[in-house]
């Protein structure tokens, strides 16, 4: 590889917060309402979330609140489940596959057999007689002030509607207004789809209360308004009239405190929200709301020059780009709204995304809405740390040492190791124990996967004191678990991990290729922690140890990386799943560093799987194609993903694509495609997994020029460049941590070292 001298132009002294342009491309938007749940507009504070239609005549905001979900504070272990664990292990030997599934199912999975579901909160409508005929209608999200807004024309008087979620004031709040003076009349009413609900008009107020059929949580929903108009209080529904603007004020709250504690009570939660705004007009709510969202929104920029296509409706856009991909700003919008979604359903202090985010209308949502472990749960957290959005993994990183306790006892009557476990869901209830069916559910890696999201923060961040006091405690005790969980496999003599199964294909098995890809890398990562806080070396010696005994990765007779022990892969399998590639994304067990040798063989392995699948998995296909360092195949597929589905039933197909709100359509909706989907855009611009920072690495052809300010790497650097014509002409590198940095550009390289808080700024080393 030629090395050359770096050509170092300036250093910019000590860091402060760079002014941010605002780009009004950036929006979703549309001139008609949504005709149902998938046209709606997402709006979140991490909290709460909301999906606004913004219909005329009656609009309708459905509203979830993060902790409502059914079931109860519960040990999903089955007690003494470890007595069948050799019994199992030795079917599976044997090739008894339908004997070792059967005898799981009724001897080894949780207590229940399946997990708990998240739920509806309900819905707020606000009607308005009258405006069944109307002109010049327009709505939008906009994902810089992430504020929905519908306007439209009535006899000639233009009302506005603005929709916020604030974190900082903890309400969803309707702005309404008319351009005529006491033109403004609406009623608004509140339903659930719970049994156990009941809704009080009191005093200006609306109080919607429900409860959870299948469990003990319950929550309460009030709507205060404020307005110039006239108040009038119905049985169920409350009247304003004659007003020049109004603004309501949503607040919902459950008697959830945490897994094992559900004494809270969601009616003073309430009360103090309502004296929390109590002194804030609108427009202070709206102005605090902005700016803490942009606190995060506006460290990252992204852009590809346009065509003029931002001047189109989103829906047509969308339709569009599958008639000519000519639309290079359609990817950014996607890439931003990935960030929204992100900072919308995932803030400190809150639960974690789940399937949907944080929304959901559905009483029984597919797969529960919950963690689905064995990837979905952690694609959703692909973009924090890459966008610049570290905090948003926060709550991701509190789920983990929840499942890190609930999964000690999982571990002790499951396996009879120490350290903890957790299988391939979870939900609010901190279920580890392995769900559903033996063929799949019986899955040992989601802690394993876990714990590589504790140690990617401390690589992005350096955060020394998160690596000491709260990574390392989870990492270090998923690690003694899988020492003790790996066995001798009397054919090869390797260690292997069984009973399992490669998610969610094959069925239950001995030696999934996945499972010693993420426990090799967590002993790995676990032996540099050892070393790094020079701490547990013993367990770190014994861990060095057992590294080379675990089995490695296999290239097969058909030139594929195995998925399992024996070589068996079906070339016609086109399953949506990919799981034995986990080592090259998002893991780094399988580099081009390391072995090209293994990265060609991972590349026949995809291709034997296909270019198409649900949303998710075609977002998984796009990062490992950026891996792949193949820029214009990873763009066949993200037109793959930009297939407009203009209904949930239409989209009930083999394939994935987007819905015309762009949340992603599974089939059904699934937000891990978003997730995923944003990440893999930028992973075609920056990757930091290997030794190195590479600028580019797989930019298409329909990428040729662009820039990109605050994107993250790892080693504690923050990143802005621009290329033209396919080339690159700048970079700037902020260095947070003082470590050395090592920049790769094609055949170039160049390595400097950095003082903590200084930026570095040049051209000619890299450039052209």
């Given at each position: 590889?030629?090395?050359?001298?770096?050509?170092?132009?300036?250093i910019?002294?000590?860091?402060?917060?760079?002014?941010?342009s605002?780009?009004?491309?950036?929006?979703?938007w549309?001139?008609?309402?949504?005709?149902?749940?998938?046209?709606?507009?997402?709006?979140?504070?991490?909290?709460?979330?909301?999906?606004v239609?913004g219909?005329?005549?009656?609009?309708?905001?459905?509203?979830?609140?993060?902790?409502?979900?059914?079931?109860e504070?519960?040990?999903?272990a089955h007690?003494g489940?470890?007595?069948?664990?050799?019994?199992?292990?030795?079917?599976?030997?044997?090739?008894?596959?339908?004997?070792?599934?059967?005898?799981?199912?009724?001897?080894?999975?949780s207590?229940?057999?399946?997990?708990?579901?998240?739920?509806?909160?309900?819905?707020?409508?606000?009607?308005?007689?009258?405006?069944?005929?109307f002109?010049?209608?327009?709505?939008?999200?906009n994902?810089q002030?992430?504020?929905?807004?519908?306007?439209?024309?009535?006899?000639?008087?233009?009302?506005?509607?603005?929709?916020?979620?604030?974190?900082?004031?903890?309400?969803l709040?309707?702005?309404?207004t008319?351009?005529?003076?006491?033109?403004?009349?609406?009623v608004?009413?509140?339903?659930?789809?719970?049994q156990?609900?009941s809704?009080?008009?009191?005093?200006?107020?609306?109080?919607?209360?429900?409860?959870?059929?299948?469990?003990?949580?319950?929550?309460?929903?009030?709507?205060?308004?404020d307005?110039?108009?006239?108040?009038?209080?119905?049985?169920?529904?409350?009247?304003?009239?004659?007003?020049?603007?109004?603004?309501l004020?949503?607040?919902?709250?459950t008697?959830?405190?945490?897994?094992?504690?559900?004494?809270?009570?969601?009616a003073?939660?309430?009360?103090?929200?309502?004296?929390?705004i109590?002194?804030?007009?609108?427009?202070?709510?709206?102005?605090?709301?902005?700016?803490?969202?942009?606190?995060?929104f506006?460290?990252f920029?992204?852009?590809?020059?346009?065509?003029?296509?931002?001047?189109l409706p989103?829906?047509?856009?969308?339709?569009?780009?599958?008639?000519?991909?000519n639309?290079?700003?359609?990817?950014?919008?996607?890439?931003?709204?990935?960030?929204?979604?992100?900072?919308?359903?995932?803030?400190?202090?809150?639960?974690?995304?789940?399937?949907?985010g944080?929304?959901?209308?559905?009483?029984?949502?597919?797969?529960?809405?919950?963690?689905?472990?064995?990837?979905?749960?952690?694609?959703?957290y692909?973009?924090?740390?890459?966008?610049?959005?570290?905090?948003?993994?926060?709550?991701?990183?509190?789920?983990?040492?929840?499942?890190?306790?609930?999964?000690?006892q999982?571990?002790?009557?499951?396996?009879?190791c120490?350290?903890?476990?957790?299988h391939?869901?979870?939900?609010?209830w901190?279920?580890?124990?392995?769900i559903?069916?033996?063929?799949?559910?019986?899955?040992?890696?989601g802690?394993?996967?876990?714990?590589?999201?504790?140690?990617?923060?401390?690589?992005?961040?350096?955060?020394?004191?998160?690596?000491?006091?709260?990574?390392?405690?989870?990492m270090?005790?998923s690690?003694?678990?899988y020492?003790?969980?790996?066995?001798?496999?009397?054919?090869?003599?390797?260690?292997?991990?069984?009973?399992?199964?490669?998610?969610?294909?094959?069925?239950?098995?001995?030696?999934?290729?996945?499972d010693?890809?993420?426990?090799r890398?967590?002993?790995?990562?676990?032996?540099?922690?050892?070393?790094?806080?020079i701490?547990?070396t013993?367990?770190a010696?014994?861990?060095?140890?057992?590294?080379?005994?675990?089995a490695?990765?296999?290239?097969?007779?058909?030139?594929?990386?195995?998925?399992?022990?024996?070589?068996?892969?079906?070339?016609?399998?086109r399953?949506?799943?990919?799981?034995?590639l986990w080592?090259m994304?998002?893991?780094?067990?399988i580099t081009?560093?390391?072995s090209?040798?293994?990265?060609?063989?991972?590349?026949q392995?995809?291709?034997f799987?296909?270019?198409?699948?649900?949303?998710?998995?075609?977002?998984?296909?796009?990062?490992?194609?950026?891996?792949?360092?193949?820029?214009?195949?990873?763009?066949e597929?993200?037109?793959?993903?930009f297939?407009?589905?203009?209904?949930?039933?239409v989209?009930?197909?083999?394939?994935?694509?987007?819905?015309?709100?762009?949340f992603?359509?599974?089939?059904p909706?699934?937000?891990?495609?978003?997730?995923?989907?944003?990440?893999?855009?930028?992973?075609?611009?920056?990757?930091?997994?290997?030794s190195?920072i590479?600028l580019l690495?797989?930019?298409?052809?329909?990428?040729?020029?662009?820039?990109?300010?605050?994107?993250?790497?790892?080693?504690?650097?923050e990143?802005?460049?621009?290329?033209?014509?396919?080339?690159?002409?700048?970079?700037?590198?902020?260095?947070?941590?003082?470590k050395?940095?090592?920049?790769?550009?094609?055949e170039?390289?160049?390595?400097?070292?950095?003082?903590?808080?200084?930026?570095?700024?040049?051209?000619?080393?890299?450039?052209?």
């Open positions: 590889m030629k090395r050359v001298a770096l050509c170092l132009l300036l910019i002294s000590f860091s402060g917060e760079s002014e941010k605002l780009n009004s491309a950036f929006r979703l549309y001139h008609q309402p949504a005709r149902e749940w998938t046209e709606a507009l997402p709006v979140g504070n991490g909290r709460l979330g909301a999906m239609y219909t005329v005549e009656k609009e309708h905001i459905q509203f979830n609140e993060e902790t409502l979900w059914t079931g504070p519960h040990d999903y007690p489940a470890h007595k069948y664990l050799n019994q199992i292990r030795k079917l599976l030997s044997e090739g008894r596959q339908a004997e070792a599934e059967k005898l799981a199912m009724q001897e080894f999975m207590v229940p057999l399946g997990q708990k579901a998240y739920q509806p909160f309900g819905d707020l409508y606000i009607e308005f007689p009258g405006h069944q005929n002109t010049q209608y327009y709505r939008e999200l994902l002030e992430a504020i929905c807004r519908t306007r439209y024309q009535v006899d000639g008087i233009t009302y506005t509607r603005e929709v916020l979620a604030s974190a900082p004031h903890q309400v709040a309707i702005h309404l008319a351009d005529k003076k006491k033109a403004l009349n609406f608004f009413s509140m339903d659930a789809d719970h156990q609900e809704v009080l008009a009191k005093d200006g107020l609306l109080e919607l209360a429900v409860a959870v059929d299948d469990g003990v949580l319950y929550g309460k929903s009030r709507v205060k308004v307005t110039d108009g006239e108040i009038i209080t119905h049985n169920q529904k409350i009247e304003v009239k004659n007003a020049n603007q109004a603004t004020y949503l607040m919902a709250a008697n959830f405190v945490n897994y094992q504690d559900v004494s809270k009570n969601p003073e939660t309430i009360q103090n929200i309502l004296a929390g109590k002194n804030f007009a609108y427009d202070d709510i709206k102005k605090a709301h902005i700016v803490d969202y942009q606190q995060l506006n460290r920029e992204i852009s590809f020059g346009n065509n003029g296509r931002e001047l989103t829906d047509q856009r969308l339709q569009k780009f599958q008639e000519s991909p639309d290079p700003q359609l990817l950014a919008l996607y890439v931003q709204y990935g960030r929204y979604l992100l900072m919308s359903s995932s803030r400190p202090g809150t639960q974690p995304a789940t399937l949907q944080i929304w959901n209308k559905d009483i029984k949502p597919a797969w529960d809405s919950k963690y689905t472990t064995n990837i979905n749960a952690e694609m959703n692909w973009p924090a740390e890459l966008t610049n959005l570290s905090d948003c993994h926060e709550p991701l990183f509190d789920l983990i040492k929840d499942c890190s306790q609930t999964g000690i999982v571990a002790r009557e499951h396996y009879n120490e350290g903890w476990i957790l391939h869901n979870t939900d609010l901190r279920g580890t124990a392995p559903n069916h033996s063929n799949h559910g019986i899955w040992p890696g802690g394993g996967w876990m714990c590589s999201h504790l140690w990617e923060h401390y690589l992005f961040t350096q955060d020394m004191d998160f690596l000491r006091e709260r990574a390392w405690p989870m270090r005790e690690a003694r678990f020492a003790q969980f790996l066995v001798v496999d009397p054919k090869t003599g390797w260690l292997i991990s069984t009973p399992s199964n490669s998610p969610e294909n094959g069925g239950l098995v001995a030696g999934p290729t996945m010693h890809q993420i426990i890398s967590l002993f790995t990562a676990c032996v540099e922690v050892s070393r790094i806080l701490t547990d013993e367990f010696a014994q861990l060095q140890a057992l590294i080379p005994k675990i490695p990765n296999q290239i097969g007779q058909q030139g594929q990386l195995q998925e399992w022990l024996e070589d068996k892969d079906d070339p016609e399998n399953h949506r799943h990919v799981s034995h080592g994304h998002p893991g780094a067990d081009w560093e390391k090209s040798e293994l990265m060609e063989a991972a590349k392995s995809l291709l799987r296909g270019d198409d699948g649900t949303g998710w998995s075609l977002a998984w296909k796009i990062n490992f194609w950026a891996r792949f360092l193949d820029g214009n195949h990873a763009f597929l993200i037109k793959l993903l297939r407009p589905v203009f209904t949930q039933e989209s009930m197909r083999k394939g994935g694509g987007s819905y015309l709100n762009l992603d359509a599974h089939p909706f699934q937000i891990d495609g978003n997730f995923g989907g944003a990440a893999g855009i930028v992973e075609m611009l920056i990757q930091s997994h290997q190195y590479h690495p797989a930019l298409p052809d329909s990428l040729p020029e662009g820039k990109i300010t605050g994107v993250c790497a790892r080693g504690g650097f990143l802005d460049f621009e290329w033209q014509q396919g080339r690159l002409t700048q970079v700037e590198v902020l260095s947070k941590a003082g050395r940095c090592r920049l790769k550009y094609g170039k390289m160049v390595e400097f070292e950095t003082e903590t808080g200084k930026r570095y700024s040049f051209t000619d080393a890299l450039a052209n």
